[in-house]
T-cell receptor, first 114, second 112 residues
Framework: NAGVMQNPRHLVRRRGQEARLRCSPMKGHSHVYWYRQLPEEGLKFMVYLQKENIIDESGMPKERFSAEFPKEGPSILRIQQVVRGDSAAYFC????????????FGQGTRLTVV | GESVGLHLPTLSVQEGDNSIINCAYSNSASDYFIWYKQESGKGPQFIIDIRSNMDKRQGQRVTVLLNKTVKHLSLQIAATQPGDSAVYFCAENFNRDDKIIFGKGTRLHILP
């Protein structure tokens, strides 16, 4: 059973470009979470999704950021018109619904905006 | 804002000794707590969890203690090994179907 897969592992974008980060949850997992981490800091919650539904986006900036988890395919975190301050590691986690909420994390995508 | 915080950002421990990493939380409604280990360049890795109806849980070489009276959580690592070097995060969950909130992290250094 493959773990949470994130790609790309490293992404370089120029200011003003778009960044698309993909997350394939573990098989059978219907919950996906996105977190952002700056160097030497903790993980900041961004958004929590279930299939075709955004449950909680309270940690997501109101502008330029969006996330989706379609019925088929990976979850996508999209950052439009990137700025240098968007440079960070973005982690995705997935979990089962119900009693078992242990979240498994991917290896992250390191976004660098130049 | 974040409701989970740690007392110390860095902890240095002699190899073979026991490590104790502490964490304070502020939301008395939190009912599920998790410890994660993050090695350099990797994603967080689940270590152990505990529900609010328990005060202690043991795993392999690790023990988590929960003191709800003072809203304090600790992770004890027995016989610390070089492979334990990492940043350790405590995290909380307000209900079983909600987001997980992370604290800032403690870096554990193992001294030879």
């Amino acid at each position: 059973n493959a773990g949470v897969m994130q790609n790309p592992r490293h992404l370089v974008r120029r200011r003003g470009q778009e960044a698309r980060l993909r997350c394939s949850p573990m098989k059978g997992h219907s919950h996906v979470y996105w977190y952002r981490q700056l160097p030497e800091e903790g993980l900041k919650f961004m958004v929590y999704l279930q299939k075709e539904n955004i449950i909680d986006e309270s940690g997501m900036p109101k502008e330029r950021f969006s996330a989706e988890f379609p019925k088929e395919g990976p979850s996508i975190l999209r950052i439009q018109q990137v700025v240098r301050g968007d440079s960070a590691a973005y982690f995705c986690a997935s979990s089962l619904r119900g009693e078992d909420t242990e979240a498994f994390f991917g290896q992250g995508t390191r976004l660098t905006v130049v | 804002g974040e409701s989970v915080g740690l007392h110390l950002p860095t902890l240095s421990v002699q190899e073979g000794d026991n490590s104790i990493i502490n964490c304070a939380y502020s939301n008395s409604a939190s009912d599920y707590f998790i410890w994660y280990k993050q090695e350099s360049g990797k994603g967080p890795q689940f270590i152990i969890d505990i529900r609010s109806n328990m005060d202690k849980r043991q795993g392999q070489r690790v023990t988590v203690l929960l003191n709800k009276t003072v809203k304090h959580l600790s992770l004890q690592i027995a016989a610390t090994q070089p492979g334990d070097s990492a940043v350790y995060f405590c995290a909380e969950n307000f209900n079983r179907d909600d987001k997980i909130i992370f604290g800032k992290g403690t870096r554990l250094h193992i001294l030879p």
